[in-house]
Structures are given as structure tokens and as C-alpha cells.
């Protein structure tokens, strides 16, 4: 059965939240050569998700993304089928280990941005938007914002583009009726609804609004514009963590710098090696070109064709709208979950500043830079220590390496073990005696961060 023909209840749709296209989001960054269970596991999931057949797609993806693990593509037709399953708290680690491999792609976020949003993690999904807000087109960007409990920052986005555009669409004037509509200004939203809806239904469409804007309904918006019934969701399965699956070229050059690494004090002995932050390749395109004309992928040469809906879709009646019980429990479980808290504070050995915490290694300095950003989110305590941007080549391959500095031996150990209980790869080392692959031009890339 068509979507449209679901229910009465009405509101405007982000354009990438039209689940069924999610099936073919553009696969950058995913191998040019992929094993065939991977391959035929992957286009199963994507007929499935076209089919709105959630848990076949669930399955179906679980086992590409098992058979290639670290293949961004697969991670984000992943969290597409758990968004369209209404298990919010699956899709949001999912999206995330997608972005982490590099794939940039407007939809991922966004996708990302609403879930978190469903999750109740507001402030998270504002922070997604600003980084990635460049690659958005304003319309969703808008709309996304006040989603997340920012209706006046998303009026401001959606009024501009309305003045910038010589002739606007319905689907950016009903955003910004939308969005005025959760800001609490009826008025400018009843002006800026009867641009296109019909003044009979102008009244019902307003009401309807009205039944959804309450803060503590952030979950069944979400809900009613992906047209999905929220589901109690344990999280992404363990045996799926992007944590155990580093990049092999990063396990091989943490254990050579292991090999050389010295003993540290008889009282902080050095740790064993660990794997660091995954290298990721940025591959980055704009959202209309990536919307417009999908990237063929290696599971289906010709790509897939993207459903197009009307930017005004039916939404669930109220009964299909009731909260379910356990939403606040979610959001702050998986709070816990996605910000890394730290386990256990880290010990002060400061004034000996003899050592350094390697914290991850990416394939290249601009991946490297925004990975100190997300780490510095992540652990608070970061931001006391300079960052440390070293170039190294392992086995022929050049990447960049991450670590902090201004540490002494006790403390470099107990943060280690901090990253590592929020599932993260970390080792300690003496400034002294770099990790082997180390590329020495004489320059040190190092910034106090405030």
C-alpha cells in the first residue's frame, strides 16, 4: 500500500527522509572489489528496503556489512533499514560508524541528525548540522533544526532561502509553515500554509500541527515524517561494532610501535597495543547531485532509482502516534553510548610532559583534524593537551596520526584506559621514541585547544 494512503494527518518531509530512496544511498568510499556474499547480501537489502520490507533488509544488511565491515556504503543502507524499522538507537550508532568510515553523503547525515533527534539527543543533532550544514540543502537543513529544538535558527535558514530564491518551492514554504509552527508563531505559519494548502483544510492542517509541537513529542515527529512505528531498540548487535574491525595497516603499525616502544615506569607499565581511530577516506558531493543522480554501485552497476513523494505526505493518526513507554530511557542510554563518558578519571603526572596518547590515524591531515575535533567531544579532557598531527608511512601507506601531548607516564596510562572503555583504540608512548613509520620534515603540527 502507497504511504500517502496511510492516514489523514499531514506535515512537510525532509526530502532525504523518504526511507524507501534511502535504500540507494550513494556507496562513496565503498571497495571497487567486494566479496561476493557481501555484494549479494547488500542488493538483497536494497530490493527488501525498496519493498518497505524492514527486517529482510535488516538481515540482509547485517550480513553485508559482517562480510565487509568497514565498507562505508553498507554501514549507511545499515542505519536506512533500521530508521525504516523505527529502532532509532540502531540507526543512530549505525549512521555514525558510516560517517567515521568516511561516508559524508548529505542523506547519511541527515538520516544521522533525525535520529539522534528521535532519541531525544537534540543538542547532538544541532551539532551534525553545523559541521555538515555546507552540504544541505537549506530547505532540510532548516527544517532539521527546529526538529531538534531550534525552531528560530531554522526560521532564519528557511526565510533566507526564501528571499535568496527567485520562485520557491511548496516544499521550502511549507518547512518554513512547519517551522513557524514549532516555534509557537501560528500566525506566520497559518500565512505561510495557505501558500498551498487549500483553505478548507487550512484549519485541520494547523490543528494537526498543533497536536505535535510539544517538546516532549520530539520522538513522534520524528516518527510521523518517516512514517515509521518507533520500536524498543537495544542498540546495533555487539558483533556489528565498527570497534572490532580496525584497519589493518593501523593494528600493524600500533604493534611495530609496541615492539620498540620502552617500558614506562615500574608503576605504569606500557600498555599493550590497542587499535586507534579507523582510517576513513573523505569523499564528499552535494547533496542535489547525490539525490538527482545516485552512484551506481558494485551490488547493482546501474544504481537505484529514488521514489519521489510529495513534499506534503500523510503522517499516522493519532493512535499510530502515542508515545511509547520507555522513550526517555532510550535517549539517555544511548546518550551515554554515542558521547564515550569516561569510565574513570585520569590521573595527573603533568608536570613530567614526557609523554604522548596516540588516538587514532586517518588517510589524511583534513581527516585527521576532524577526528581531534569528535575526539576532543568525546573526552573532555583533551582539551587541556595539545594535539600532535604526525604524517608516517607503514607498508607503503601514508596516513596521518593523532595523538596528545603534555602527559606523563601515569597519566598517559589512565587515559588510555578511558578511551578504551568507551570502545576506542589508544596507546601511550615516550616523546623521546616516536612509533616506527614516522615521516620526520622537521615540522610538528601542534595546537592548544580551549
Known amino acids: 500500500m502507497d504511504r500517502s494512503t496511510k492516514t489523514g494527518f499531514t506535515a512537510p518531509r525532509l526530502?532525504?527522509?523518504?526511507?524507501?530512496?534511502?535504500?540507494?544511498?550513494?556507496?562513496?568510499?565503498?571497495?571497487?572489489?567486494?566479496?561476493?556474499?557481501?555484494?549479494?547480501?547488500?542488493?538483497?537489502?536494497?530490493?527488501?528496503?525498496?519493498?518497505?520490507?524492514?527486517?529482510?533488509?535488516?538481515?540482509?544488511?547485517?550480513?553485508?556489512?559482517?562480510?565487509?565491515?568497514?565498507?562505508?556504503?553498507?554501514?549507511?543502507?545499515?542505519?536506512?533499514?533500521?530508521?525504516?524499522?523505527?529502532?532509532?538507537?540502531?540507526?543512530?550508532?549505525?549512521?555514525?560508524?558510516?560517517?567515521?568510515?568516511?561516508?559524508?553523503?548529505?542523506?547519511?547525515?541527515?538520516?544521522?541528525?533525525l535520529a539522534k533527534i528521535a532519541l531525544g539527543e537534540g543538542r547532538a543533532a544541532v551539532q551534525v548540522l553545523d559541521d555538515y550544514a555546507k552540504l544541505i540543502d537549506p530547505a532540510?537543513?532548516?527544517?532539521?533544526?527546529?526538529?531538534?529544538?531550534?525552531?528560530?535558527?531554522?526560521?532564519?535558514?528557511?526565510?533566507?532561502?526564501?528571499?535568496?530564491?527567485?520562485?520557491?518551492t511548496p516544499k521550502l514554504r511549507q518547512n518554513l509553515a512547519y517551522t513557524y509552527a514549532l516555534a509557537g508563531n501560528w500566525r506566520?505559519?497559518?500565512?505561510?500554509?495557505?501558500?498551498?494548502?487549500?483553505?478548507?483544510?487550512?484549519?485541520?492542517?494547523?490543528?494537526?500541527?498543533?497536536?505535535?509541537?510539544?517538546?516532549?513529542?520530539?520522538?513522534?515527529?520524528?516518527?510521523?515524517?518517516?512514517?515509521?512505528?518507533?520500536?524498543?531498540?537495544?542498540?546495533?548487535?555487539?558483533?556489528?561494532?565498527?570497534?572490532?574491525?580496525?584497519?589493518?595497516?593501523?593494528?600493524?603499525?600500533?604493534?611495530?610501535?609496541?615492539?620498540?616502544?620502552?617500558?614506562?615506569?615500574?608503576?605504569?607499565?606500557?600498555?599493550?597495543?590497542?587499535?586507534?581511530?579507523?582510517?576513513?577516506?573523505?569523499?564528499?558531493?552535494?547533496?542535489?547531485?547525490?539525490?538527482?543522480?545516485?552512484?551506481?554501485?558494485?551490488?547493482?552497476?546501474?544504481?537505484?532509482?529514488?521514489?519521489?513523494?510529495?513534499?506534503?505526505?500523510?503522517?499516522?493518526?493519532?493512535?499510530e502516534r502515542a508515545a511509547p513507554r520507555g522513550g526517555r530511557r532510550l535517549a539517555a542510554s544511548s546518550q551515554r553510548r554515542m558521547t564515550g563518558t569516561p569510565a574513570a578519571p585520569v590521573a595527573s603526572d603533568k608536570s613530567a610532559n614526557t609523554h604522548l596518547v596516540q588516538l587514532g590515524a586517518y588517510d589524511s591531515k583534513i581527516e585527521a583534524e576532524r577526528g581531534w575535533t569528535v575526539l576532543k567531544g568525546k573526552f573532555p579532557q583533551l582539551r587541556d593537551h595539545d594535539v600532535v598531527i604526525t604524517e608516517a608511512v607503514v607498508n607503503g601507506r601514508t596516513f596521518w596520526r593523532v595523538a596528545a601531548a603534555g602527559f606523563g607516564a601515569m597519566s598517559a596510562k589512565a587515559m588510555c584506559g578511558t578511551v578504551r572503555s568507551a570502545g576506542r583504540g589508544c596507546f601511550a608512548y615516550a616523546g623521546t621514541t616516536p612509533p616506527p613509520g614516522a615521516v620526520d620534515r622537521g615540522v610538528r603540527l601542534a595546537a592548544r585547544t580551549r
Open 15 to 113: 526530502a532525504l527522509a523518504v526511507t524507501t530512496a534511502l535504500a540507494g544511498l550513494a556507496l562513496a568510499g565503498c571497495s571497487t572489489s567486494v566479496a561476493p556474499r557481501a555484494e549479494v547480501s547488500f542488493s538483497s537489502a536494497q530490493v527488501a528496503l525498496q519493498k518497505g520490507q524492514a527486517d529482510k533488509a535488516i538481515a540482509h544488511a547485517e550480513a553485508a556489512v559482517l562480510a565487509e565491515p568497514r565498507n562505508p556504503g553498507f554501514r549507511a543502507l545499515l542505519g536506512a533499514a533500521y530508521l525504516e524499522a523505527g529502532r532509532f538507537q540502531s540507526a543512530a550508532t549505525t549512521f555514525n560508524d558510516a560517517l567515521e568510515l568516511g561516508n559524508e553523503d548529505a542523506r547519511t547525515v541527515l538520516s544521522f541528525a
Open 140 to 168: 532540510d537543513l532548516g527544517l532539521a533544526y527546529a526538529l531538534a529544538g531550534q525552531p528560530e535558527r531554522g526560521i532564519h535558514v528557511l526565510t533566507n532561502a526564501v528571499r535568496a530564491s527567485d520562485e520557491a
Open 188 to 319: 506566520a505559519a497559518r500565512v505561510m500554509a495557505a501558500e498551498d494548502v487549500p483553505a478548507d483544510q487550512l484549519d485541520t492542517r494547523l490543528a494537526e500541527w498543533a497536536a505535535m509541537s510539544a517538546p516532549e513529542h520530539f520522538q513522534q515527529r520524528v516518527a510521523a515524517m518517516l512514517q515509521v512505528t518507533p520500536r524498543m531498540d537495544a542498540g546495533q548487535p555487539q558483533r556489528l561494532a565498527l570497534a572490532n574491525f580496525p584497519a589493518q595497516d593501523v593494528m600493524v603499525a600500533e604493534a611495530a610501535a609496541q615492539g620498540e616502544m620502552p617500558v614506562m615506569a615500574e608503576a605504569a607499565p606500557s600498555e599493550p597495543a590497542a587499535a586507534p581511530q579507523p582510517a576513513v577516506a573523505s569523499s564528499r558531493q552535494s547533496f542535489a547531485e547525490a539525490f538527482a543522480a545516485p552512484a551506481a554501485s558494485p551490488a547493482n552497476a546501474e544504481g537505484v532509482r529514488f521514489v519521489s513523494n510529495p513534499v506534503v505526505q500523510q503522517l499516522p493518526t493519532r493512535a
